[in-house]
């Protein structure tokens, strides 16, 4: 099964937080679900960038191994 990959949204990423459970943390920065919960829209503003970025490197490597990428021709 082929993995989508694309760029959360803000609302995903706004609502994938929302849906952290208290208590928990993420590993390995141990960044309490609590502290994302309570700036949500900072947390969104700092990880959409991330993900943005993230996806773009990914569909890059998708097109190197299809063997898609450009090259430049030699010179001589």
Request: charged share 30%; hydrophobic share 30%; aromatic share 4%.
């Amino acid at each position: 099964m082929a993995i989508k990959s694309c760029t959360p949204t803000k609302e995903e990423i706004s609502s994938a937080i929302e849906q952290l459970k208290n208590g928990k943390s993420t590993e390995p920065d141990i960044i309490q679900a609590e502290r994302l919960k309570a700036f949500v829209e900072t947390s969104v503003q700092l990880l959409y960038p991330l993900f943005r970025k993230i996806s773009e490197v990914d569909k890059m490597s998708n097109r190197e191994q299809r063997g898609i990428s450009h090259q430049a021709p030699r010179e001589r």
